[in-house]
């Protein structure tokens, strides 16, 4: 602003972008590397920072509060995009990225023996409290049942759920992850597998529905419909590069040959152009359901429970759309469940090969 002579009304809303778009680059750099140096001026050549000793990393994740604080009362909301500006940087992106990160530093000072737990996790429910009233962003739900597979791919793009995304477009931008994928370049595992519920809410130690192991598909029956939508169920269609559509049998060997003998559906397009090295479909960076599960988390890790009220907030919103029973204290009671367990078993399901799975691990230190 000092060097253009313009207000920050005038250049608000660049300022803000540059501060989400530090905060967003700081944050792939804490969370694969712990505390890097820290920066915040213009280097050159001669510059005595670029000798900069690093940070810790909570002093890094407190740069990064702090960018994004000064970027989200400047930011638009969603709903004030023009459809040129569909894809920019908005409150929404700003407010859940302060929630992913002050959540990741409240997990990990409570579960590595530090002393300020607390304060990361209100700021993680007060950032993820605030998009929820927002009102601005939904879950996809306009395909039914199939919803959870659909928004991955072209059909969810810019749908409210979306707070912001790696854009592609035809014949400027495009990517090859359905081959890829076809090509066994992300393999589900069975440890996941082992983790999708039963139609009645119950793991598959617990409940009568389980089916087994006894043939292909008997491990699919019965169980949370996100998990058809994540892993290929043997015997089911995909649609293929000759243009049609054409049923699978993931296996060891030959075409469908994966290193776990299963195969990934979710992030595979049902266009021609996908199967035939032109994806076009988004890259949701940042969507609604991640915030739900960070509220549920930040509000168990903070008070030690959560209410059935915050439970219907949260989780049970992301469970109604996979058809799935409501969570609540006295279903965990009664079955022997563990409430902790059932937040971070949603988490795993909800966002499978979506990029969080080693941060996650790390930071409850398990």
């Known amino acids: 602003a000092e060097e253009s002579g313009l207000s920050d009304e005038e250049i608000g809303r660049w300022k803000a972008e540059a501060h989400f778009f530090r905060a967003y680059n700081y944050w792939k750099l804490v969370k694969t590397y712990g505390g890097v140096p820290k920066i915040d001026i213009p280097l050159n050549t001669s510059s005595e920072e670029l000798y900069t000793p690093r940070s810790s990393q909570q002093e890094i994740i407190d740069f990064i509060i702090e960018d994004l604080d000064k970027a989200i009362p400047l930011l638009p909301k969603q709903s004030g995009l023009t459809a040129e500006e569909l894809g920019r940087t908005t409150q929404g992106a700003a407010l859940a990225l302060k929630a992913r990160a002050a959540l990741f530093e409240g997990t990990w000072q409570k579960y590595h023996g530090m002393a300020d737990a607390g304060k990361y996790l209100d700021l993680a429910i007060q950032a993820a409290q605030a998009i929820v009233d927002s009102k601005e962003y939904e879950l996809y739900r306009e395909k039914?049942?199939?919803?959870?597979?659909?928004?991955?791919?072209?059909?969810?793009?810019?749908?409210?759920?979306?707070?912001?995304?790696?854009?592609?477009?035809?014949?400027?931008?495009?990517?090859?992850?359905?081959?890829?994928?076809?090509?066994?370049?992300?393999?589900?595992?069975?440890?996941?597998?082992?983790?999708?519920?039963?139609?009645?809410?119950?793991?598959?130690?617990?409940?009568?529905?389980?089916?087994?192991?006894?043939?292909?598909?008997?491990?699919?029956?019965?169980?949370?419909?996100?998990?058809?939508?994540?892993?290929?169920?043997?015997?089911?269609?995909?649609?293929?590069?000759?243009?049609?559509?054409?049923t699978v049998e993931p296996g060891f060997i030959g075409n469908n040959s994966t290193r776990t003998g299963y195969?990934?559906?979710?992030?595979?397009?049902?266009?021609?152009?996908?199967?035939?090295?032109?994806?076009?479909?988004?890259?949701?960076?940042?969507?609604?359901?991640?915030?739900?599960?960070?509220?549920?988390?930040?509000?168990?890790?903070?008070?030690?429970?959560?209410?059935?009220?915050?439970?219907?907030?949260?989780?049970?919103?992301?469970?109604?759309?996979?058809?799935?029973?409501?969570?609540?204290?006295?279903?965990?009671?009664?079955?022997?469940?563990?409430?902790?367990?059932?937040?971070?078993?949603?988490?795993?399901?909800?966002?499978?090969?979506?990029?969080?799975?080693?941060?996650?691990?790390?930071?409850?230190?398990?």
């Not at 959870?148 to 791919?153: A, D, M, T």
């Not at 081959?179 to 009645?200: F, I, S």
């Not at 965990?332 to 799975?357: D, K, S």
Request: glycine fraction near 8%.
């Open 144 to 246: 039914g049942e199939l919803s959870y597979k659909y928004l991955h791919i072209l059909e969810g793009d810019d749908s409210k759920e979306v707070l912001l995304a790696r854009r592609y477009y035809k014949l400027r931008a495009t990517h090859n992850w359905t081959r890829e994928l076809l090509l066994g370049a992300m393999v589900p595992t069975k440890n996941l597998a082992d983790v999708y519920l039963c139609t009645d809410g119950l793991p598959i130690d617990k409940s009568k529905l389980f089916k087994g192991f006894q043939t292909q598909t008997s491990e699919f029956e019965n169980r949370d419909s996100r998990m058809a939508q994540t892993f290929v169920v043997p015997g089911s269609e995909i649609f293929s590069e000759g243009g049609g559509w054409a």
């Open 263 to 366: 195969m990934i559906r979710k992030f595979m397009d049902e266009t021609l152009d996908a199967v035939q090295f032109i994806g076009e479909y988004d890259f949701k960076e940042f969507r609604y359901g991640e915030v739900l599960l960070i509220l549920a988390e930040a509000l168990y890790e903070k008070n030690g429970q959560i209410t059935d009220e915050q439970l219907d907030l949260t989780i049970n919103d992301l469970r109604n759309r996979a058809n799935m029973p409501r969570l609540t204290n006295a279903f965990v009671a009664t079955n022997g469940l563990n409430m902790q367990e059932e937040i971070r078993r949603e988490r795993t399901v909800e966002l499978a090969f979506e990029g969080y799975r080693r941060d996650d691990l790390r930071r409850w230190g398990t």
